[in-house]
């Protein structure tokens, strides 16, 4: 499982660290593994080119010491001091020791050549962002854009690209577009949250002996592929349809039977022992899944079920949403069923709920902007939680599973938010979120937890869409489910 730390949980670390070790030696650990990373990427250090885009405190540091190191190794290494004033004075040292040449940034008038620094970024092999540590906040000034606004050469980021935020992945302004970002000690939730994880690159993280005074319960977590085999429900021999899990959807109506069969796809592919279906569109999931059974009427007078999923292209039908609602089982809430929940109906529930919003239906239950949630996607998920205390399911680029500690969940504080890391543009397609719905409620209704069985659902509906043939359509995701169970439980 790849584990995510707040900025102030990272930084008691390292000070709790820093008092058992000599001095300097927690950035030499730092800067022995960046250069590391850049001597990778040039390939050749030797007579390479290597710019390090250099601002104040330790960030600075760091990619100063890394310079030094690359220096000694036969590259070429220019620093641009962006505030001089206030750089780390022992990187500093190290670098002009090592024969790194210094410069400073436009504006700055301090010891260091006054030489015109474009054309020098403009030459690099290779660029190193050393501009703001995880301590930053907004966007990047006015002569840090004009530096990167000159870079040509693949860039590397210290610990996060400079411009995002650490702990929410927001991107208030401009910030640096890395190939590459070398994070230390732990990875931070903005390097796996969008919009920030699209300015990241590539994430390597270099072990600078924090794991035994992080915590033991992270910030944000991501699922892998080891993690999700073990949750996913297997049958055994005495397992029958209803140890397996029955699952009820409701979804469809007569402007919408197709996301009826989509939902009741996804339950199938999904591992339910059986699945019922409740609604107007009885007609096309029979034809499509002749193994369906089917009901008139009310949801709750349908037989026996573990779970229900409903919503999906359910249109104004608030009576069957009010059936499910009451029943005492765990329950999934998609698309139009978001629209019609009354939000003290969802706190009311004592089985675990899951909600399954994308970006605007998001935007609509927190009374924001759809461009907010897109921008602040932890931050919009977890509060979402919070209100119903239900599970959320914030799809999107990057899809963010936040428990809210009621609906028959655990302490929403105890609980990492979890990003699944499977996601791929190909599943932004009509009707894939009504396939998600129905794996989720057959997940839910095998007995995982809402909050495992979203993640588990996320990841296994992230593999589908990339086994899916290109480009796909929702139909084709469904198919594609029963390749990833397969490769997943393959290990």
Known sequence: MRTAYSVETVRAAERELMGRLPDGALMQRAAAGLAAACAGMLGRTYGSRVVLLVGSGDNGGDALYAGARLARRGAGVSAVLLSPEKVHEGGLAALRAAGGRVLVAPGAVVEGESAPVEPVIARADLVVDGIVGIGGRGGLRPVAVELTDAVRAPVVSVDLPSGVDADTGEVKGVA??????????????GLLADPAREHAGALRLVDIGLGPYLPPDPAVEALQHADVAALLPRPVAESDKYRRGVVGIVAGSSRYPGAAVLAVSGALRGGAGAVRYVGP???A??????????????????????????????GDDKDRLRDVLAA???????????????????????????LTPHAGEAAALLGWEREDVEARRLTAAREL?????ATVLLKGSTTVVADGGGSGGGSAEAAPVRINP???????????????????????????????AASVGAYVHGMAGRFAPR????????????????DLLAG
């Open 471 to 486: 480009p796909a359509g929702a139909s084709d995701v469904a198919e594609a489910l029963s390749t990833a169970w397969r």
């Open 385 to 389: 939680a919070g209100r119903t205390g």
């Open 176 to 189: 640096v577009r890395a190939d590459a970002t070398v994070t230390f000690g732990a990875y931070k939730p």
């Open 328 to 354: 005492d089982v765990p329950l999934l809430i998609d698309a139009d069923g978001l629209r019609l929940a009354d939000e003290a109906a969802l706190r009311a529930r004592t089985s675990p709920t899951v």
């Open 281 to 283: 569109a009885a007609d």
């Open 422 to 452: 499977t996601g791929t543009g190909w599943l932004a397609t009509a009707g894939t979120g009504d396939v998600l719905a129905g794996l989720v409620g057959a997940l839910l209704a095998a007995g995982l937890d809402g909050r495992d």
């Open 285 to 314: 999931v029979i034809a499509r899944h002749p193994e369906t059974l089917v009901s008139a009427g009310r949801p709750s007078k349908a037989g026996r079920v573990q779970a229900w999923a409903v919503g999906s292209g359910l």
